[in-house]
Structure formats: structure tokens, C-alpha cells
């Protein structure tokens, strides 16, 4: 099973946050988790912020903006 800090691992390593990873990562913190899952959250967090990793959610909304805008 996948830890929270395996997934964030493999965001940063990307620099990339897929849908399905993220969906993951909603799922998970729903339950029960180590606090090292949590720091690596929080650093997920901060990578995003500061433009580290980019969200597939965030481009997919940026392209569907775009689109509705060239309209």
C-alpha cells in the first residue's frame, strides 16, 4: 500500500501532481496517517505554492478557462 509521503515523493520527483495522485492523496489523509505523511504533505503543499510541482486539476482548469474565453 502507498504511503502519503511515497506519493508525494513521486509529485516532487516529477514535479507533477496528477488527478489520480491527488485523488489518492484526498483519500488518505481521510484516514489514518504518520505525521512524516504529513510533513511531506505540507511540503507537497509548499512545492505547489511556489511553483515546484505543477497540478494536472489547475492546467486542466486553465485550459478549460482559455477555451470558454475564445468563444
Do not use: C, N, P, W
Amino acid at each position: 500500500m502507498d504511503l502519503i509521503r511515497d506519493i508525494v515523493q513521486q509529485a516532487l520527483d516529477a514535479e507533477y501532481l496528477t488527478l489520480e495522485a491527488e485523488a489518492r492523496l484526498r483519500q488518505m489523509l481521510r484516514g489514518k496517517y504518520e505525521s512524516a505523511d504529513l510533513k511531506a504533505f505540507m511540503l507537497l503543499q509548499r512545492a505547489i505554492m511556489t511553483g515546484q510541482v505543477r497540478q494536472e486539476a489547475r492546467e486542466q482548469k486553465r485550459q478549460l478557462m482559455r477555451h470558454q474565453v475564445l468563444q
